[in-house]
């Protein structure tokens, strides 16, 4: 059974380096002293090229039985402890006279409590070894684009201890420690950006596969640490636990404590993504120029999304092509917002919007056999009642949009149909209608095979933003939609009129009576593909019918109760 010892250092930065502080430390004595420091931006495998801190990161890992994937793994995360470690831009602050050190990766929490910059720190201790603690600062990511010295000596830094034991990772809690420190604050002036620890640039550039870059910024030196408080040992030294450095604490011997906060702006990793870092302003060996580059530190709400869309797709080639070209054309247009940009790009480029369509209406899970399918209705078994549901999975939750620009896709609408068996057993048929290869090989060509696809996949269930049901429905009806599902199995999907909502809708209003005239929009960027009726539309029009007291239909329809929004598991005595 895992142990918690969480070990805080509540420190009070008493030693900054302005020249109104004469009396602490000399100017003189602060100048040598910020000479023998260097802070460099070092990539994976720099890191990873370090046993100790890898096998550490292993530890910390929580798919312990696979150790993490160099050429791909951007990140640690722990489950238990529910936070992430960023492996792909690491600040490495080194005393260059020493070569004492410290790996300062930034670190990210499931459920954090503030904004405050929290990062995993390994510092190199005396005997070799490499001290580990969790590093939460006394300011924002906003707060540290403008710190100052009045700014740090107002602020208080915290520390929690973690011990690896035989890379079996515990974070200790069982005592409290408090110390007061001598701390430190460093302003690192940059220096060129040609220095490399290993790996060759190319024609003089940094490369994020092969090198590293120096960069300006702060640096947090921490020394004398004496406790004051807590049940702890009194004669712990502090947040090092580094034997032989004085009774005062860790520190008062030649190799302080020393740290660099490190957060990744997103423009950081839309650049780190794109081409690297430190790129010139060229553009015959680069993609990205140092306009770009600024303009992206300068509109980070922006890069924000260009960040997120880049991620999601895992930086892939494709990716980096469609946002180039939209942050050329939000520079161009500086009240665009991304949604529009990307839009734009997608009406200048209407063949990669097709490619993109149908990639995003991609199942894994195709009903090649549909009567096999439906025969796990017949399990002779009495029933209770039957039933059907129908989801919207809307392009944008709550809005009329008829494509998710952002995250190319146009929605999905799909259904359920279930029979409760008067044993308490049931069996429920999660199904949507798609194009069959997903392929419009056509500008002007709509439609092609369909196939019902399982929805409903145990694991895979499709979501959904809202729905409609029809309980208790007859024999009757639920046998017209079995028979009709037959019958749309051998029709082609069409965009126009026989879509994944046309699908769902009419099972309903030709079964169910179900009354309801669907709203119809213009579809985006494809040449004369008219308008039809869609997953946006489709979901505001129930939205409307739920908020009307007086529509029949307003008890039946609902939303996703606390963020579950996964439709019913297809199940059954044949799946």
């Known amino acids: 059974m895992k142990q918690f010892k969480t070990l805080f250092c509540l420190i009070f930065l008493t030693a900054l380096f302005n020249c109104e502080q004469d009396d602490f430390i000399e100017t003189d004595n602060q100048n040598a002293t910020q000479s023998q420091f260097k802070v460099t931006n070092v990539n994976k495998e720099f890191v990873f090229s370090n046993t100790s801190i890898s096998n550490k990161l292993n530890a910390i890992n929580s798919n312990t039985n696979e150790p993490i994937n160099l050429e791909y793994s951007r990140e640690v995360h722990n489950e238990e402890h529910g936070f992430t470690v960023e492996t792909e831009n690491v600040k490495f602050v080194e005393n260059t006279v020493t070569g004492f050190h410290s790996y300062n990766f930034d670190l990210k929490r499931d459920n954090p409590e503030n904004d405050k910059i929290e990062n995993l720190v390994f510092h190199l201790n005396a005997s070799g070894t490499y001290d580990a603690f969790i590093v939460k600062y006394g300011f924002t990511k906003a707060e540290y684009e403008t710190l100052d010295l009045a700014l740090l000596n107002s602020l208080s830094t915290k520390y929690t201890a973690i011990s690896f034991d035989e890379l079996d990772f515990v974070i200790e809690s069982n005592k409290m420690m408090y110390f007061i420190c001598t701390e430190t604050w460093l302003w690192l002036d940059s220096v060129d950006h040609s220095g490399q620890l290993h790996g060759a640039p190319r024609n003089g ?312 005239t669907p709203s119809t929009s213009d579809i985006p960027i494809l040449p004369g593909a008219g308008s039809c009726i869609n997953p946006g539309d489709y979901g505001e029009d129930l939205r409307e019918m739920m908020h009307n007291s007086n529509n029949p239909y307003s008890s039946n329809i609902g939303i996703p109760i606390d963020n579950y929004n996964d439709a019913i598991t297809s199940s059954g005595a044949c799946n």
Not at 436 to 463: C, R
């Open 205 to 516: 550039v940094c490369k994020v596969s092969g090198c590293n870059y120096r960069e300006s910024g702060y640096v947090l030196q921490s020394s004398s640490c004496v406790a004051t408080t807590g049940t702890g040992n009194p004669n712990n030294n502090g947040p090092t636990n580094t034997p032989n450095e004085g009774p005062n604490g860790y520190g008062t011997g030649s190799n302080p404590f020393v740290s660099a906060p490190n957060y990744t702006q997103p423009w950081e990793n839309v650049q780190k993504c794109m081409n690297g870092f430190n790129q010139p302003n060229t553009m015959d060996n680069t993609v990205m120029d140092l306009i770009m580059i600024d303009w992206l530190k300068a509109n980070k709400h922006k890069a924000g999304k260009i960040q997120n869309f880049l991620g999601e797709s895992g930086c892939s080639e494709e990716a980096q092509e469609i946002m180039l070209d939209v942050t050329s054309i939000m520079i161009a247009n500086p009240n665009m917002d991304f949604e529009e940009a990307l839009e734009q790009y997608f009406m200048n480029n209407p063949d990669i919007f097709i490619e993109q369509l149908t990639i995003s209406q991609d199942s894994p899970h195709p009903i090649n056999n549909l009567n096999d399918y439906l025969n796990c209705f017949d399990d002779g078994k009495p029933v209770q009642n039957y039933g059907y549901v129908l989801y919207v999975d809307q392009p944008v939750d709550g809005t009329r949009n008829v494509f998710n620009y952002y995250n190319q896709t146009p929605g999905h609408t799909f259904f359920t149909l279930f029979k409760n068996n008067m044993d308490g057993t049931s069996v429920n048929l999660t199904i949507g209608f798609y194009p069959e290869g997903n392929d419009y090989k056509d500008l002007g060509n709509w439609d092609g095979p369909g196939i019902f696809q399982d929805n409903g996949y145990p694991g895979d269930e499709h979501e959904y933003d809202i729905y409609i049901t029809f309980d208790d429905i007859s024999i009757t009806q639920f046998n017209g939609i079995i028979n009709d599902i037959q019958l749309i199995a051998n029709s082609d999907y069409d965009l126009d009129d026989n879509n994944c909502t046309n699908v769902a809708h009419n099972l309903a209003v030709n079964n169910l009576g179900f009354n309801m």
